[in-house]
């Protein structure tokens, strides 16, 4: 998978040229309406529920998420099991083999999570994380995300504009809005959000709710070293790590919740080599 050109490409910007024009194949009209910001469009959750799952679709297909019994989906499945049905959120939960740190969720509850993210935190970081994820879900900010990138690369067509109906995509336009999707960024506000909603959703369900503040930490640091490069590009579009981090210590401080946290080391799984025993001719 090209996951960096999946997230981090260059993502095609609303160029009303005769460009574009060629590459969306729109129509005057079409062009003239987008011109005008597609003014009065709706953009219901069923909507964005219903194009993030055909966004979504078309990366799995292109990404080949990890087998049901990868060691990393075996793992997923385990801490996450439970939690299909998050305060009535309907959730699937899928691997992407490649060393990137990154997860997202979209609107139709699709939660996709990257193997690199997976190595560095354990269990109950992973949690909080993906609660964060989730979060933006349950806020409607994943909705408010794919009705931006369904703007944004230019994919509404004139019926969609003036009927207030999205269109149908192809294909190639699917993987730009999937593309232009998790690339969104959200505001501070929608960021910090999602953020107690991960600190309430640990709390809520009894995990160790510091595991929030790890789980930063363990970005703030990335940050300053040599991943700076990536992770910058990564977190471009939220608060500063350390500053989430110092956040949660102080929800914790304030529950009476806190102590310092201290990592999970997963258990190795150790297989026994049997021997086969070669049978000993008696000696007569």
Known sequence: MKTKSIIFGAFFSLFISSNANAQFNLGEKALGAIQKGVAGFTFSDADAAGLSKSAVDKMDTDSKPAAENDPYTVRLNKVF????NENGLLLN?????TKDVNAFATADGSVRVFSG???IMDDNEL???IGHEIGHVANHDSRDAMKAAYRK??????AASQSDKVAALTDSQLGKLGSAMIDSKH????ESEADSYSYDFMKRNGYNVNAVESAFSILAKMSAGTDASFLDKMMSSHPDSQERADNAKKKAEADGLYQPYVKQVAAKTVTKKVVAKKAVAKKK
């Open 81 to 84: 099991g439970k939690h299909k």
């Open 93 to 97: 939960y899928k691997v992407y083999l």
């Open 117 to 119: 993210l997976m190595d």
């Open 127 to 129: 949690l909080a994380v």
């Open 153 to 158: 690369e230019a994919l509404i067509d004139l």
């Open 187 to 190: 505001s501070r506000k929608q």
